[in-house]
């Protein structure tokens, strides 16, 4: 597999673009993802017991139909906790979208990401699909979906199916409200392979635990937040299917490109300045790994202690206590970087030097051996510091 620079149509099949339409002040704000033709489609959704219009809209046309031929997107305001104008609204948005693109309404997804509780402003709306353009600026789509987000998130990979070459690509935007299932983040995943709905499903079901799953940045969870997967088989291979090779080959295509825009939306946490990577290694199973490394990376002491570059490991053995998994603790390894600091639970000397060159890096290594299992599990997140309380207490104004 080849991972190359590449953007949303990268796929064979794709256009996308990106404008501003007024649903904020001056970034652009509004975006769309066509394919040629109808694409399957899988899709994973928000844990909160509070769903927004849009997801609502989405989902229902998924499920009743299972393909989908585009994706309209607009950020500013989320048309989340707006009553039944909000989910009227959001069919409305699903209806002239299809229109202007010549589509039946079931054939089109619609996402909003921003404020909660304000209603869609339609008038801008209309403005934006009335500029629709296909084979547009796809990195335009990348930037339109953004929020508090300090960069955009994409990641482009080929492989080879027999003599045919599959593109899939994605694009994301989170970088508050991650925890623990997803949260305020959208992900748009195209692909160009001959792959069924339900086996796409399959593939991203099977990578959504080890991947978006895993990122934690604030503890809050968001009404908003889903991942759509397209596939339109324009690359022209052999169909996909379930517990075969090749099925396995897509997976961990999958796999890599979710796994590498987990950890750019991470890395954008709101005031982040280091990526936290927490693994947990030699767990007694893999959904326990997952939980302890989860509970690391999201652990406030933990993060502060990052930000502040002070080796503190016995926030990370308190995080490993409290996070309710069976497990032993009486000897358990913790190394920051390459340096250890315990192990078998008793603390070990380490040279200050050294270790403040590891905490002053701007992506840090946690490694946790709990020496009862062979399971791994990794989690992602980042440090918390002073901005991330000015960006969202000023967040309206």
Known sequence: MKIFQGNIASP?????DGLHAGFKKRKLDFGWLVSERPASVAGVYTTNKVVAAPLVVTRSAIEEHGQMQAVVVNSGVANSCTGSQGLADA????????????????????ASTGVIGDLLPMDKLEKGLEKIVINGNADDFAQAILTTDTITKTVAAKE???????????????????????ATMLAFITCDANISSQTLQLALRQNVETTFNQITID????????????????????????????????????????????????????GATKLIEVQVVNAPGSKTARMLAKSVVGSSLVKTAVFGEDPNWGRIL???????????????????????????????????????DIMQDDELVIKVDLHNGNSKGTAWGCDLSY????INALYRT
Do not use: W
């Open 12 to 16: 064979l099949g794709f256009s996308a």
């Open 91 to 110: 069919y409305s948005m699903q209806r002239q979208a299809a229109e202007k693109l010549k589509l039946e309404p079931h054939l089109v997804g619609v």
């Open 160 to 182: 080879m199916f027999g003599s045919d070459e599959v593109t899939m690509a994605g694009v994301a935007k989170g970088s508050g409200m991650i925890h623990p299932n997803m």
């Open 219 to 270: 503890g809050d969870t968001s009404t908003n937040d889903m991942v759509l997967v397209l596939a339109n088989g324009c690359s022209g291979n052999q169909e996909i299917l379930p517990e075969t090779a090749e099925f396995e080959k897509f997976s961990q295509m999958l796999s890599a490109v979710m796994t590498d825009l987990a950890k750019k939306i991470a890395k954008d946490g709101e």
């Open 318 to 356: 308190a995080a490993i206590g409290y996070a309710g998994a069976d497990i032993t603790v009486d000897k358990v390894d913790i190394y920051l970087g390459p340096i250890p600091v315990l192990l078998s639970s008793n603390p070990v000397a380490f040279d200050d030097e050294e270790m403040q």
């Open 387 to 390: 901005d991330y309380v000015k």
